[in-house]
């Protein structure tokens, strides 16, 4: 569903994902940013690791569930939001998603304040009945996992590009790609149509009315996680802005 992943640091890199000790208690095995290592599979690892750990603060979510899609694994991710913490189970080969709270509050909540404590395989697995989740997903804690990439990649943390997307670039809508149940506004909507119809570099869509730089970084991020994104490198309209590693200016 995603290209593949460039070569990246060593797994001894010490960017904050490191061995997990035993526990002398349940505090112990949420150390802040850590990640099993003998837990995740060396590819997943290593993706993980491409991400810096900016000004101290733990992962964004958007990257953790980048990394967890791009490989098919599944993930339980435990966050800290506003006032509680929770664990964000994802199933990308089932495109679900399993939250301890009513999936629509999480992305209700202040999505921005999300921080990763810890990440580790889900050992669980959604049920395989497809009526039972259609009639009582809610119920159970069940999902679809568009949404929530959609969600989070809009009005997360991370304002920047993914590493899969910057660079010398030019960026289309896949063809026939079903965006269907997405929240998407009205100058969201206008700008994917565009992008259906014709290819266009980073700079182009950010001069568009009512996206700013950060709006068309995020935009490209959302429609790259729900494998609706063409990224060229070779077309003439692409450019590289240097500034798309950064967030807004």
Known sequence: MFQSTQPLPPASDPRGLRPAGPASHAGDALDSGATHLNSLSPSLLQDLMRFEKRDG?????LEVLAAGVR????LAIRLEAPGQELTLSIYPSDGMVHCQQPVAEFLAS?????????VQPALSRP???????ARMGDSLGYAPLAPVLWAVALTGARAALLPELAGQAAYRVSPGVNLGGLTMPTVLSSCVARL???????REIADWPGISREGAMRLLNALYLQSALIVSRSHPAATNEGWEGYGPR
């Open 110 to 118: 202040d999505l921005a304040r999300v921080q990763v404590l810890h």
């Open 196 to 202: 259906r119809r014709q290819t266009h570099n980073l």
């Open 71 to 74: 490989h098919t694994q599944p």
């Open 127 to 133: 049920p395989r009945d497809a009526t039972l989740l």
């Open 57 to 61: 603060d733990r992962r964004e979510l």
